[in-house]
């Protein structure tokens, strides 16, 4: 049986949610393999609105959630989150949630560091959530992250802390913010242990077994490939990889296991933070897809930026993210608009590119080689099938495959989970 990873392919807030929650409702398994609590969805389920930041999608569907060991995991967020949905009438237990025991933690003092340090560039910003996703990759990577399994070892915390503040402390001083004290860190790590730890296991281990057992496996996806470490806008990135291949890394199971990847796009293009948007609106179109799109960040409130569908943009994320099939939301925001434009290429100075170069004066530089498109009269909104779709609709999602070179397997065109037009089952692969 075939598994499904679902990935955004422009820079995140693609309506990831509406389209994992749809395909967790199929799956056996929901598993986080990369990101933190910077990630947000709303899902609407029974009539009850849940804000998900870390916790994986499937647990609001009944489905069993692992959060992988790629997941930088904050566990006061964790814990209040949980409680929130508890509060609104859903159990979260050992039996429908299970947290990789290696994966890395997020700590007050990494939230203090990534704001103290966004204070400090000014207007050289990158516009981070501020959740101190960034500093807690850079201590897994340096090998000085207090992790799950930590928890369970009074003294190895006590002496991993010793360590983690002389780091934090000696930068968060030199930034003038308020440095950290051990004991009270230890005290509170010491509280959060038996809340937590009944969570933590290898969760490569079930995931192995839940394989061989011919279960359905979602990953579950966080940002976008625009916003991965390696292959996006650097530095105007998220710190993880989100490409379709950290599912195997970030949860403990071979590349073969991760099965069909489908990419998120909009219609349209949004991004929230700074860095480069080669197709950016900034005028009263741009405006307009930001009130009728709704272009609100879920968990920084942030509006987002907004332009044109960029087809070489996604046409890359294709390629280095490994898409297979796109899903493609959000294209009754383009209702009634009488000329729309799609990105195919970049000019930078006198030369023209078919993708967006990799240093930062080129990608500023970069500016869109349009192609004109005509816009269409009726209304995509709640349309489930091809025939219920305008021509000229079906025109400028064909010449989307086209372009980024990918077959759009799922059309979404209302919020509402039904309203989706499927070309092809993901997890029939
Ligand atoms: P960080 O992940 O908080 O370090 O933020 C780095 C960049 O990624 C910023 O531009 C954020 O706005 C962006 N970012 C992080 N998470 C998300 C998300 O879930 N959706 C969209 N952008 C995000």
Known sequence: MANVAVIGAQWGDEGKGKVVDWLASRADIVVRFQGGHN????????GETYKLSLLPSGVVRGKLGIIGNGVVIDPEALLDEIARVEGQG??????????????????PLHAALDKARETARGERKIGTTGRGIGPAYEDKVARRAIR???LAEPATLSAKLDELLLHHNTLLAGLGAPVFDKAALLAALLALAPRLLPFAEPVWERLDEARRAGRRILFEGAQAVMLDVDHGTYPFVTSSNTVAATAASGAGVGPGAVGFVLGIAKAYSTRVGAGPFPTELVDATGQMLGDRGREFGTVTGRRRRCGWFDAALVRQAVKVGGIHGLALTKLDVLDGLPELRINTGYRIGDKIFS????APGAQAAAEPIFETIEGWSGSTRGARSWADLPAQAVKYVRRIEELVEAPVTLLSTSPERDDTILVRDPFEG
């Open 148 to 150: 799950v399994c930590d």
């Open 355 to 358: 993708r967006l170069p990799a």
């Open 90 to 107: 859903l159990a979260v237990g050992p039996d429908n949630l299970r947290v990789a025991e290696n994966a890395p933690l997020i700590l």
């Open 39 to 46: 990630a947000g969805h709303t899902l609407v389920v029974g």
